[in-house]
């Protein structure tokens, strides 16, 4: 089992900055891959970012050279620069783990992020 828990979310004016983070605890040496999603209301849930253990990203086009994926350990971290209210959203940290050879994805529950123009 792999327990995730995001912080770092809020309100913030177009054109500004927010970090989000997210703490993953248990099993932690069975993630291969951590990432964030968002969902917005009325639309489906989309991936942002994501990083593999051996440090490789891909970023949704939307974000691409606005926001930038990290990883510390057990922690990944999600640096958003140039915040456009399109970015408003529910974002969730995910993370794939094989465990005895099955692959499980977890999720955290969520941190409300909204962008005012």
């Known amino acids: 089992q792999v327990q995730l828990v995001e912080s770092g979310g809020g309100l913030v004016q177009a054109g500004g900055s927010l970090r989000l983070s997210c703490a993953a605890s248990g099993n932690i040496f069975s993630i291969n891959a951590m990432g964030w999603y968002r969902q917005a209301p009325g639309k489906q849930r989309e991936l942002v970012a994501a990083?593999?253990?051996?440090?490789s990203t891909n970023y949704a086009d939307s974000v691409k050279g606005r926001f930038t994926i990290s990883r510390d350990n057990a922690k990944v971290y999600l640096q958003m620069n140039s915040l456009k209210p399109e970015d408003t959203a529910v974002y969730s940290c995910?993370?794939?783990?094989?465990?005895?050879?099955?692959?499980?994805?977890?999720w955290g529950q969520g941190t409300q992020v909204t962008v005012s123009s």
């Open positions: 995910s993370a794939k783990a094989v465990i005895r050879a099955v692959q499980y994805g977890y």
């Open positions: 990083i593999t253990v051996g440090g």
